[in-house]
């Protein structure tokens, strides 16, 4: 078969399933794998499909949400304020955890029950400054280059400060997740240090209002089976959920 017609039959495959194999295409073609590989990137980078591990599943569209945290403290303001206050039941007297970026992380930590004794780290400077006036938490911001844009730290030495930590759970925050391809973020750098805060936390929590399911950005953090919880907006369709808890993650 020509290399038009292995592209032609690959992209047919794919408009009938939500994912497609790599192993099947080189049985079902007669051809290498190593030709496979190669026919799936000149697709990828054509934007005609996206590579996951394994094969390729339809082009993702990315997250509607403005990037600049100012900007986004302004969208889907109920539904943030729906997780948040859902979120907040998590905690309890002595915990450490991790708070990521994130706008509707700052409010998490707004709904912080006031009586809460624990320990926070954040890389948040707006979360760090909520956090300050609470009475009972302690806060420690990690501190390394300013992403302005986020409003918060990333770098080694955010890095390198999280790999000393165990921490008992950690909320992050995602531009976007999918089933397939897991959760991702625009920013390399800020990728980086959200890898590891799921590496070294024993619980991960991800929030996620309902523009950001089945969008895919350019910097993976984690599969989606990673998650251990899921906390969304209560409008999100049962059919977007339910993939999750097949993952067998926890949705609230």
Known sequence: MLREERLRF?????????????????????????TIRRDLTELAESGLLRKVHGGAIPTVPKAPAPLNLS??????????????????????????????NGSTNMLIAKYLPPELRATVFTNSI?????????????????????????????GAAVVSALDQLRPDLCILGVCSIHPEVG????????????????????KLV????????NTAETCRVCDADELDLLVVESSIAPEKLDVYRKLGVEVW
């Open 10 to 34: 690959i992209l047919s495959k794919l408009e009938n399933h939500a994912r497609i194999a790599s192993v099947a295409l080189s049985e079902e073609l007669g051809v290498s794998d190593d």
């Open 71 to 100: 900007e986004r403290v302004l969208y889907a303001q109920a539904e943030k304020e729906e997780i948040a206050r859902k979120a907040a039941k998590l905690f309890k007297d002595g915990q450490t955890m991790i708070l990521d």
């Open 126 to 154: 707006p979360i760090a400054q909520i956090l300050s006036e609470h009475p009972t938490v302690d806060v420690i911001l990690l501190g390394g280059r300013v992403f302005k844009r986020a409003q918060v730290a990333v």
């Open 183 to 202: 959760l991702t973020t625009p920013d390399w750098e800020e990728a980086q240090v959200k890898q590891k805060m799921v590496q070294v936390t024993q």
């Open 206 to 213: 991800v929030t996620a209002w309902r523009d950001k399911f």
